[in-house]
Nanobody, 121 residues
């Protein structure tokens, strides 16, 4: 069974940076796209970023574009989300997800438990 474990969340001041990590196990990580999503209190879960199986294609939500970078290390079965210039509105639980296919834009079949990111003003 696929397992996704996020780490790297925490409390940071506005303008600061965090790098989230998601370690995957259970199937061939390098064959599937990966994504990051977030859910703030009282809001629906929203897309943050995605990366294709090879890392050659990425996509970002407008709200984080220019401030965040998604990357992956297929040798380590890990996907990362580097977030810079964090804002209070970035406060949310961040989830990683594994796609149903190698290219971005498809469905996500597996989800992690999430890691809390809190940005203070």
């Amino acid at each position: 069974q696929v397992q996704l474990v996020e780490s790297g969340g925490g409390l940071v001041q506005a303008g600061g940076s965090l790098r989230l990590s998601c370690a995957a196990s259970g199937r061939t990580f390098s064959s599937y796209a990966m994504g990051w999503f977030r859910q703030a209190p009282g809001k629906e879960r929203e897309f943050v970023a995605a990366i294709s199986w090879s890392g050659g294609n990425t996509r970002y939500a407008d709200s984080v574009k220019g401030r965040s970078t998604i990357s992956r290390d297929n040798a380590k079965n890990t996907v990362y989300l580097q977030m810079n210039n964090l804002k209070p509105e970035d406060t949310a639980v961040y989830y990683c997800a594994e796609g149903a296919r190698g290219t971005i834009g498809g469905e996500y079949n597996y989800w992690g438990q999430g890691t809390q990111v809190t940005v203070s003003s």
